[in-house]
DNA sequence: CCCGCTTGACAACAATGTTGTCAAGCGATT
DNA sequence: AATCGCTTGACAACATTGTTGTCAAGCGGG
């Protein structure tokens, strides 16, 4: 059984060293929306994996010189595109069935035609 | 006729008041690639309305707070976008046409097995 | 010849992001 | 109960970035 990788898991100080960053750091991306941890009922962040790949995301797109509104921006067109491309390959699948379908039809049609 | 909109028309002092930013700034766009407006023979600036149009794009992204990186890394999953939804729309019409192809030739043999 | 623009270079200044420090609070261990 | 180690949020220091302004030098048209 795999593990949930939205899990929360890592407390403020384990997650920044497992990103190498600092603790304040991770709390600011929290407060400008860029990272969500879960929280306890005592209000302590809990990072699952999938924070912790973001974090690492931001770390790359800041890495190359971006500030924190354009790693925003970037971050939101990147899964736009992924959802996009998630989308049309759905579509494609469909019209294909479609067309497959289609094509039998005209086939059964063609053969009962020529008995 | 309609006007080339790649044609180089306004010297620096004017794309600026047409873009309503600073020369100074329109040339350190140029330095960090974001803009590349022709030059006549005497090195002068010449920028085009398609510059135009690219500076005003620049001032709407670093007007929501982006930085030049930002801009920069903006623009070019834009125009990857771009570029890949032309792509796709090729790709569905070319398919279109030879499943059009397909039932048509599955229809004459349909009604030539009739006969 | 001079005026008005251009060129690139440098400085001033505000804004941004990271890091560090602070006091206060909570929970587990002693 | 006292202490230790973490958490919380807030504030300051600091380097970096982007815009604006100023500068000297050069070119072309009136």
Redesign the interface.
Known sequence: MRRDSSEPLYVISVAAKLVDMHPQTLRMYERLGLVKPARTENNIRLYSDEDIDRCRQIQR?TG????L???E??LE??QR?ET?RRD?EEEMER?EEE?AR??QR??R???T??R
């Open positions: 797109l190359v010189g971006l500030n509104a354009g790693v921006m970037v067109l990147l595109m996009m049309l019209r067309l289609e094509i005209l086939r049609e063609a053969a035609a020529r």
